[in-house]
């Protein structure tokens, strides 16, 4: 059976914090952040009821109108630290709007 392997204390790299503090010691304001995430999460999935689903945040939708009954539009959805851009064009048939293209970025 081996021996337990006992880390060096290793000193932080960051510029706000003095060396002679622990690495764990220097993370606590990103362990703070990451409990409130964690908590915020928790609440979410309790009102949702879903534990897979994770809503993501429109942006202001921009509108353009290239001919009279065509719309384009485009969208940023932001979920967590990353963005998806929709884009989307509209064109009026037979008394009703359909979309005739949809990508996603």
């Known amino acids: 059976m081996r021996p337990p392997r006992h880390r060096p204390r290793r000193s932080c790299r960051n510029s706000h914090c003095s060396h002679s503090k622990s690495w764990k010691e220097c993370d606590q304001p990103v362990r703070s952040q990451r409990g409130s ?38 969208v940023v959805l932001h979920l967590d630290s990353r963005s998806t851009v929709v884009a989307l064009r509209f064109e009026h048939r037979e008394d009703r709007w359909r979309a005739t293209d949809i990508t996603v970025l």
């Open 37 to 74: 995430r964690r908590a915020l999460r928790a609440e979410r999935e309790c009102i949702t009821r879903d534990r897979r689903r994770r809503v993501a945040v429109p942006g202001p939708a921009h509108l353009c109108r290239p001919l009279p009954l065509v719309i384009e539009a485009s």
